[in-house]
């Protein structure tokens, strides 16, 4: 099986895993073939990857730090959340903390905590993905830093509710494929003190989960908004979160453009790191997460094609892989990256065939930092 672009030339592809709609409901089953209808359909819902089958491919499953019931539990509390706030309420912070408690509990079971390697995979472009994800890369990253655990329960719940504040930006700005104007940028950019506003009225719980909020797009020399803090006025839960949100934003597909190539990501966040970000934060991540989620399709030098099959603990940056393709592959061949520094990795292959559009490795010249925009 294998993870891929949403594009019709799955059209008579056979689902690998099954599709879950809005409060859980199963909408496509495992072994469902798709159709231009049901694929126009998943997209209007704003999946933008699925899991195919492919007879070739290993037998391996995509990684999941977090269950299936824990995924929906969250977004559950999220969604209640958000409502209880825009009707003028405070939410039940308790439904948001037992939320968060079994994230931590499924890192544990999952290895991702105790020694492994945490996959994140975006399967849609919606804001509570990408909350779930920031929170479990940031319980990641505090957990490496030795914080304990309630701490962890602090940054998790701050974490899952830093973007709270979009709640209150209008929905076509949010979803907005091209750039944004300097007027919108402006706009956005307002999602931070909307939060803190919003959580702070709420909660009274000293302040730290408003953080979060308020300070996750703050910059360690000062170049972040919204109030251009500098390192020492930018608490703990504010540089990891900061350090979470961009990098689930830049390796996650866009309104407006396609997931950064991971190991960009990575020397991006490296050569940042101590100027824009908190370097043991960054040092943390970069140490547990998943460069190349199993199940990704890979172009290795020399017109090769390989799967990653599973996580290699020694380096996240060098999985296990099959080559299923390429000049004179006639047979799978099972590859460890991390024994063979010769064998590159060219480019994500992200669509369902290997002669269409690939997300080439490069640089960021045109892509903006923000990870908002
Ligand atoms: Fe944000």
Request: proline fraction near 5%; hydrophobic fraction near 40%; aromatic fraction near 6%.
């Amino acid at each position: 099986m294998r993870i891929v672009d949403l594009h019709d030339r799955l059209i008579g592809a056979y689902l690998a895993m099954p599709i879950h709609g809005d409060g859980g409901k199963l909408m496509l089953g495992a072994g469902t073939r798709l159709t231009r209808s049901l694929i126009k359909t998943l997209r209007a819902r704003g999946y933008t990857k699925v899991v195919v089958k492919k007879s070739l491919m290993p037998d391996s499953v995509p990684d999941h730090p977090i269950s299936y019931q824990t995924r929906v539990q969250t977004e559950t509390a999220l969604e209640e959340a958000a409502n209880r706030l825009l009707a003028g309420r405070s939410p039940d912070l308790k439904r948001v903390l037992e939320a968060v408690d079994a994230i931590i509990a499924n890192l544990w079971a999952n290895s991702g905590m105790s020694s492994g390697i945490v996959s994140i995979q975006s399967y849609d472009g919606n804001t509570y993905t990408h909350s779930i994800n920031v929170c479990i890369l940031s319980i990641s990253i505090g957990h490496c830093l030795g914080w304990r655990l309630e701490d962890l329960r602090e940054l998790g719940t701050a974490a899952l509710l830093h973007d709270i504040g979009k709640i209150l930006i209008p929905l076509d700005l949010l979803n907005k494929a091209g750039p944004l104007t300097a007027e919108e940028h402006g706009l956005m950019r307002t999602h931070c003190e909307k939060g803190w506003k919003l959580l702070s009225e709420c909660f009274n719980t000293g302040g730290y989960i408003a953080r979060g909020a308020l300070e996750h797009h703050e910059r360690l020399d000062g170049s972040g908004y919204p109030k251009g803090l500098t390192e020492n006025m930018i608490s703990d839960i504010g540089k990891i979160t900061a350090v979470a949100d961009v990098y689930d934003a830049m390796t996650a597909d866009r309104p407006h453009r396609k997931a950064i190539f991971p190991e960009t990501v990575y020397n991006h966040m490296v050569q940042h790191k101590g100027v824009l970000f908190d370097s043991a934060a960054v040092d943390a991540l970069l140490s547990k997460v998943a460069l190349y989620p199993t199940g990704t399709l890979l172009s290795l030098w020399g017109g090769y094609i390989a799967v990653v099959t599973a996580q290699d603990p020694r380096s996240n940056l060098r999985p296990l892989v099959r080559i299923v393709g390429g000049p004179g592959a006639s047979k799978p061949i099972d590859v460890e990256l991390y024994s063979r520094p010769d064998i590159k990795i060219d480019c994500l292959l992200s669509n369902y065939l290997p002669d269409s559009h690939r997300m080439a490795a490069g640089t960021l010249h045109d892509i903006p930092l923000d990870s908002d925009t």
